[in-house]
């Protein structure tokens, strides 16, 4: 009776331990929250009522279509599409030569001059070239210091012909701008070779700068171009400029063109395949593909309509998707698309939504996975109480 007594009891406490760890099934493994965890953490009750932590957006053939027009940045936008100017100006920094012929001999510049200075010729003298320095001047011997900075080179050839009118015979003066290095653009990235390129007086196209430049090393669709002028920047990918070329502008001088090597991913976690890190490995991707290079929902683990896609949208796009969010006031919302895959219509919809960069793909444990782990840990609980009980059988 006594060893009965003492079995009934142990058994009585294992069963009541066990029940009370299992009414607490947080502390169960598991990869992330079920599908109705994520639902009801969207708000959170506080003093002042409810807090809205992100929107849940059931991704429907609608929300794909009002996703199609999420703006996007544009260099056309940004900087317009202004050719410039066909005659360009001296700017500082510039390397100036001028070469001055005469139309008799004995004149100032007709005889040999000196090797260090000149390039003597019957007629003709050429003046080494010159730093536009901060003044914006630059030397001519017995003309002085001739101002050229936001002058044209025409402009500066008569104004030394004039200066030299009635000291040489008969002047006639070319001006070469021989580097434009206020007309240059410089490129920068490790996507290209780092350089600084001068504008031609035709005008320059972006790609025809990245050309002459080098070209870009890292593949197209891991490339970002991002254009500086001024206090404007924006940056757009590369693929963007080569399919559409009203983005292709033309350039201005000064202008910082850097070539950003991003490689496009998606994270993949919860009960898919695989739970990792995937490169797009193309020119954007669908959910669908995603879903696919992830190894897709795992049979026994999944729950097909706990399917989430976790991603920052700006606040334009999620008052087209809900014009009454409280969470427009911040430039970035939060937003949880959602999308059941029991449904057949979700196959057609997953091809036609677009995968973003840095998108997080969740999908949740079913229900019943959750049963097993419950009943699992049961079954290690109480196994000594069916040990105990098999020992007290065959000891009887």
Same mark, same amino acid.
């Given at each position: 009776?006594?060893?009965?007594?003492?079995?009934?009891?142990?058994?009585?406490?294992?069963?009541?331990?066990?029940?009370?760890?299992? %009414?607490?099934?947080?502390?169960?493994?598991?990869?992330?929250?079920?599908?109705?965890?994520?639902?009801?953490?969207?708000?959170? *009750?506080?003093?002042?009522?409810?807090?809205?932590?992100?929107? +849940?957006?059931?991704?429907?053939?609608? &929300?794909?279509?009002?996703?199609?027009?999420?703006?996007?940045?544009?260099?056309?936008?940004?900087?317009?599409?202004?050719?410039?100017?066909? *005659? @360009?100006?001296?700017?500082?920094?510039?390397?100036?030569?001028?070469?001055?012929?005469?139309?008799?001999? =004995?004149?100032?510049?007709?005889?040999?001059?000196?090797?260090?200075?000149? #390039?003597?010729? #019957?007629?003709?003298?050429?003046?080494?070239?010159?730093?536009?320095?901060?003044?914006?001047?630059?030397?001519?011997?017995?003309?002085?210091?001739? !101002?050229?900075?936001?002058?044209?080179?025409?402009? &500066?050839?008569?104004?030394?012909?004039?200066?030299?009118?009635?000291?040489?015979?008969?002047? !006639?003066?070319?001006?070469? &701008?021989?580097? @434009?290095?206020?007309?240059?653009?410089?490129?920068? =990235? *490790?996507?290209?070779?780092?350089?600084?390129? @001068?504008?031609?007086?035709?005008?320059?196209?972006?790609?025809?700068? +990245?050309?002459?430049?080098? =070209?870009?090393?890292?593949?197209?669709?891991?490339?970002?171009?991002?254009?500086?002028?001024? !206090?404007?920047? %924006?940056?757009?990918?590369?693929?963007?400029?080569? #399919?559409?070329?009203?983005?292709?502008?033309?350039?201005?001088?000064?202008?910082?063109?850097?070539?950003?090597?991003?490689?496009?991913?998606?994270?993949?976690?919860?009960?898919?395949?695989?739970?990792?890190?995937?490169?797009?490995?193309?020119?954007? +991707?669908?959910?669908?593909?995603?879903?696919?290079?992830?190894?897709?929902?795992?049979?026994?683990?999944?729950?097909?309509? =706990?399917?989430?896609?976790?991603?920052?949208?700006?606040?334009?796009?999620?008052?087209?998707?809900?014009?009454?969010?409280?969470?427009?006031?911040?430039?970035?919302?939060? $937003?949880?698309?959602?999308?059941?895959?029991?449904?057949?219509?979700?196959?057609?919809?997953?091809?036609?939504?677009?995968?973003?960069?840095?998108?997080?793909?969740?999908?949740?444990?079913? @229900?019943?996975?959750?049963?097993?782990?419950?009943?699992?840990?049961?079954?290690?609980?109480?196994?000594? $109480?069916?040990?105990?009980?098999?020992?007290?059988?065959?000891?009887?």
């Amino acid at each position: 009776m006594v060893r009965k007594a003492a079995l009934a009891a142990l058994t009585a406490g294992l069963v009541a331990g066990s029940s009370g760890f299992l %009414a607490g099934c947080s502390v169960l493994p598991a990869a992330g929250p079920t599908a109705r965890a994520v639902v009801a953490g969207a708000e959170v *009750e506080t003093s002042d009522g409810l807090f809205a932590r992100y929107e +849940i957006i059931d991704i429907t053939p609608a &929300v794909v279509e009002a996703l199609r027009t999420r703006p996007l940045d544009s260099l056309l936008a940004s900087f317009g599409d202004h050719r410039p100017s066909v *005659e @360009p100006v001296i700017g500082v920094g510039d390397s100036v030569a001028v070469s001055i012929w005469e139309a008799g001999s =004995g004149g100032l510049f007709s005889g040999p001059l000196v090797a260090d200075r000149f #390039s003597a010729g #019957s007629k003709s003298a050429l003046i080494p070239e010159q730093t536009v320095t901060r003044d914006g001047a630059i030397s001519v011997p017995y003309a002085g210091r001739i !101002q050229v900075l936001g002058r044209r080179p025409q402009d &500066v050839q008569a104004l030394i012909e004039n200066e030299l009118a009635g000291k040489a015979i008969q002047p !006639q003066v070319l001006v070469t &701008v021989a580097k @434009p290095v206020s007309q240059a653009v410089t490129v920068t =990235g *490790e996507g290209a070779a780092g350089a600084r390129i @001068p504008l031609s007086t035709r005008g320059d196209r972006l790609l025809d700068i +990245i050309a002459t430049a080098g =070209g870009v090393r890292s593949a197209v669709n891991e490339t970002f171009v991002r254009l500086s002028r001024g !206090q404007t920047t %924006a940056t757009v990918p590369l693929t963007t400029i080569v #399919s559409n070329p009203r983005e292709n502008i033309y350039l201005r001088p000064g202008d910082t063109l850097t070539l950003v090597r991003d490689p496009q991913t998606f994270l993949a976690v919860g009960a898919l395949g695989s739970a990792t890190e995937v490169p797009f490995g193309a020119d954007g +991707i669908t959910l669908a593909q995603a879903l696919a290079k992830s190894r897709g929902l795992s049979d026994f683990q999944a729950d097909p309509e =706990g399917t989430f896609v976790f991603r920052f949208e700006p606040a334009a796009v999620v008052r087209k998707l809900n014009p009454g969010s409280r969470l427009l006031a911040t430039p970035l919302v939060p $937003v949880v698309y959602r999308i059941n895959m029991r449904d057949p219509n979700s196959l057609f919809t997953t091809q036609a939504f677009r995968m973003r960069n840095r998108d997080l793909i969740y999908v949740s444990n079913a @229900p019943f996975t959750e049963l097993q782990k419950v009943l699992g840990v049961f079954s290690t609980v109480t196994g000594p $109480v069916s040990s105990a009980a098999a020992i007290y059988a065959y000891s009887r």
